[in-house]
C-alpha cells in the first residue's frame, strides 16, 4: 500500500514556538519526533511505500547531521520514495543513498526524486511535488503537496498532505498527528475540499 507524508520536519523544535505557520504543541523535539515515528509505525509495515514530498528534517543552528537524520529515518517502517524540499540537502540524499539497503522484496529501502512523481490511483493521478503548483485546468490530477505547513491552497486538486496541513480537518477519522495519508483518504480530502470551496463561492 501507498502512504503520503510531508514536512515531517523532525528535530525542529523551533516549531514548538507559539506560531501559526506550524503549530505543534509537545512540550519538547524529542516529544514531537517520538510522535511521528509512532503515528507512522502504527499504519506502515514493511511492504508499504511512503512517499515523503520534502522537508525531512531541519537544521536549526546546524543540527541535526546527516547521520542523525539517517538514524531517525531508520527507526520508521516501509519503503521511502524521497522527494526533495527546500531543506533537504544534497548532502543528506547522498548519505542515504550511501547507506541504502535492500529490502526483503528485493527492492531498495530507499529511493529519491528531485522534483516529483506521477502514480495512478481508484482512475484518478496523483503528482506528488513538494511545492504547491498551479496546473491550470485539468481533469482527474490530483497534485499531493506540502510546504505551506498550515495553511492551504483554495483550489480543490492541490491537496496539502503534511503532517501540519488544515486539510487533514476534513477526514471523518480522527488520526493521530503525524500519520501518514492513504490514498483513499485524500480521495475523501479531495472531495470536501472541493464541496467546501463551492459553498464558499455560493455565498
Known amino acids: 500500500?501507498?502512504?503520503?507524508?510531508?514536512?515531517?520536519?523532525?528535530?525542529?523544535?523551533?516549531?514548538?514556538?507559539?506560531?501559526?505557520?506550524?503549530?505543534?504543541?509537545?512540550?519538547?523535539?524529542?516529544?514531537?519526533?517520538?510522535?511521528?515515528?509512532d503515528a507512522w509505525n502504527a499504519r506502515v509495515d514493511d511492504n508499504d511505500t511512503v512517499y515523503h514530498l520534502g522537508d525531512i528534517s531541519m537544521r536549526p543552528q546546524n543540527t541535526?547531521?546527516?547521520?542523525?537524520?539517517?538514524?531517525?529515518l531508520d527507526q520508521l517502517k516501509g519503503h521511502m520514495i524521497?522527494?526533495?524540499?527546500?531543506?533537504d540537502y544534497?548532502?543528506?540524499?547522498?548519505?542515504?543513498?550511501?547507506h541504502n539497503?535492500?529490502?526483503?522484496?528485493g527492492v531498495m529501502r530507499f529511493r529519491f526524486e528531485d522534483v516529483g512523481a506521477l502514480l495512478k490511483f481508484d482512475h484518478m493521478q496523483f503528482y506528488c511535488t513538494h511545492?504547491?503548483?498551479?496546473?491550470?485546468k485539468i481533469?482527474?490530477?490530483?497534485?499531493?503537496?506540502g510546504h505551506i505547513h498550515h495553511y492551504s491552497v483554495p483550489i480543490a486538486e492541490n491537496i496539502n498532505i503534511g503532517v501540519d496541513a488544515p486539510e487533514r480537518d476534513y477526514l471523518?477519522?480522527?488520526?493521530?498527528?503525524?500519520s501518514p495519508l492513504r490514498g483513499e483518504e485524500i480521495i475523501e480530502i479531495y472531495h470536501k475540499k472541493q464541496a467546501d470551496l463551492a459553498n464558499q463561492q455560493r455565498k
Not at 544534497?90 to 550511501?98: A, H
Not at 539497503?101 to 522484496?105: A, H
Open 1 to 37: 500500500m501507498n502512504y503520503f507524508i510531508s514536512d515531517t520536519h523532525f528535530y525542529h523544535y523551533q516549531l514548538l514556538e507559539p506560531n501559526d505557520f506550524a503549530p505543534r504543541h509537545f512540550k519538547d523535539g524529542q516529544a514531537m519526533n517520538q510522535a511521528m515515528i
Open 64 to 72: 541535526p547531521t546527516d547521520e542523525e537524520t539517517f538514524e531517525m
Open 82 to 87: 524521497l522527494i526533495k524540499g527546500n531543506h
Open 90 to 98: 544534497r548532502s543528506l540524499f547522498k548519505y542515504l543513498d550511501k
Open 101 to 105: 539497503t535492500m529490502m526483503s522484496d
Open 131 to 136: 511545492y504547491p503548483l498551479l496546473l491550470g
Open 139 to 145: 481533469q482527474q490530477i490530483i497534485n499531493l503537496h
Open 172 to 178: 471523518s477519522e480522527d488520526l493521530p498527528w503525524g
